[in-house]
């Protein structure tokens, strides 16, 4: 700054008393204007001065006391994207009444001790897409009543044993996208908080957690854990405890086989399973079956060849099944058989046929499905006219986007055009089917 400015001094300005006065009020000015729009402007949104929203200044800011402090009615502030780097202290002093402070997308690398003490009835605090890497052990400690904390999109690689131990009303938490070693995690850190709700792991490296990770949860409803490197369902999501659970995400991880027969049999309360974008090519028959209260299973894009006949079998609330994008080359009309699945997706399969009436097989089973998905699938021509012919009779909504005429969407190698169900040859129509895709593309 000053550099630039004894610059400016030699060029444009003569040595003279009167444009040295010129200058020191030149530079008055710009310092003045620097530091009103540096700083974020904030408004309440209406009379009674409950609820505080700040919009960015011009530069980066360390938050100090004056701009939000002292008000003792204010509930709420939003600093959201005002360009915070650091929070001083006694930045939110005389604040007796806040419970939510929303801090989010700034660039706060650190947080020292002490700064969020003094307001202690806050219930929200939203920390996330800022640069944190952890936090000092008692941050947390004035802030018995938090419920909410979002730590979304940091750079958090540690939390110290004892960091949430004050927050017993904690119920939901997000710590997804950040640089979090589950091996390395001490699995007493959640030991006082057993009353989160919603625990968001995603996007952490979580391979190699310890079992007893979650074991204080009570009341556990909620768990991602889509991209954390997991190469089979952990131990850690199935414990005793978690019997509460209800929507489990374990998408977009490693997981290879599932045949641990024991692994959900206490999650009795699950309703939503969520295994797409693994590489699973197995799983055990009945492995499904304590999950009682199951109503939507996803499957997608694994790498599964087969459906065990069980595989659904006494599952009562099993409405929807998506098994798109494997490479199933059969589909066993027993696998779903009594049960109420409404929406069956089993497109882009290894499929070239189903068995005979299918769909009126499932009908008098008691299975009254709604939507059917079978598209791209190696078919045989005589046997999707067959299945189309099915669903159409029985009103059963399918996905005719590709069914218009203009692109092939099935293979026949006599003239009889009779469906060929036999699983010798199945792998005939398969081969048949991709050359004919690869020529035409
Ligand atoms: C703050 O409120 C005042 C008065 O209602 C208004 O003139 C001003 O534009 C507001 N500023 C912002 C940043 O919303
Ligand atoms: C806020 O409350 C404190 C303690 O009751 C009091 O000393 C202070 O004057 C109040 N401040 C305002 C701005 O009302
Ligand atoms: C926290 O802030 C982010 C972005 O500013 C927002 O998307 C997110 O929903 C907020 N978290 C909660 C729990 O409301
Ligand atoms: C399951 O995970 C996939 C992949 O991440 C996602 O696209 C899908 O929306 C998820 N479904 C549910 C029900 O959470």
Not at 176 to 205: E, K
């Amino acid at each position: 700054m000053r550099i630039t400015l004894d610059k400016i001094e030699e060029n444009n300005f003569g040595s003279s008393i009167a444009s040295n006065m010129l200058r020191a009020i030149t530079v008055f000015l710009a310092f003045k204007c620097i530091l009103i729009e540096a700083q974020p402007s904030c408004n309440f949104t209406e009379d009674t001065k409950r609820d505080l929203i700040c919009t960015a200044g011009s530069s980066d800011y360390v938050l100090v006391r004056g701009l939000v402090s002292s008000n003792n009615r204010t509930t709420r502030i939003t600093l959201r994207d005002c360009n915070i780097i650091d929070v001083d202290f006694e930045a939110f002093h005389q604040m007796p009444a806040l419970e939510y402070l929303d801090l989010s997308q700034n660039k706060i690398k650190n947080l020292k001790l002490g700064v969020l003490d003094e307001f202690m009835r806050l219930k929200f605090l939203n920390l996330s897409h800022n640069e944190l890497e952890g936090f000092p052990l008692g941050l947390f400690d004035e802030k018995p009543n938090l419920e909410v904390l979002d730590l979304k999109a940091n750079n958090i690689n540690e939390l110290e044993l004892g960091i949430f131990d004050t927050l017993k009303k904690l119920r939901h938490v997000d710590l997804s996208s950040n640089a979090l070693l589950g091996i390395d995690m001490n699995p007493y850190i959640f030991d006082q908080s057993t009353r989160i709700q919603v625990l968001d792991f995603s996007r952490n490296d979580m391979s190699g957690s310890k079992d007893i990770l979650l074991d204080a949860f009570e009341e556990l409803h909620f768990l991602n854990l889509d991209r954390c490197e997991l190469n089979k369902v952990p131990k850690f999501v199935t414990g005793p405890n978690l019997k509460t659970m209800k929507h489990l995400i374990l998408s977009s991880n490693k997981i290879r086989s599932i045949d641990d027969t024991k692994i959900f049999k206490n999650l009795e309360n699950l309703e939503i399973l969520n295994l797409s974008f693994n590489s699973i090519e197995s799983v055990t028959d009945n492995i499904f079956s304590p999950l009682k209260k199951l109503k939507m299973i996803n499957m997608n894009n694994n790498k599964l060849k087969q459906i065990p006949d069980t595989l659904f079998r006494s599952l009562p609330r099993l409405g929807n099944i998506d098994m798109s994008h494997n490479l199933i080359e059969f589909v066993p009309v027993n696998a779903f058989r009594n049960s109420p699945i409404k929406n069956l997706n089993l497109a882009d399969n290894r499929f070239s046929f189903l068995t005979d009436n299918f769909c009126l097989e499932l009908k008098n089973s008691g299975t009254g499905l709604v939507k059917f998905y079978f598209n791209q699938n190696p078919w045989q021509c005589a046997c999707l006219r067959d299945a189309l012919n099915e669903v159409k009779s029985f009103g059963i909504v399918y996905n005719n986007v590709k069914y218009t005429g203009d692109v092939p969407v099935c293979v026949t190698n006599d003239n009889s055009f009779n469906c060929i169900r036999q699983m010798n040859e199945n792998s005939n129509f398969v081969d048949l089917y991709y050359n004919l895709l690869q020529i035409n593309n």
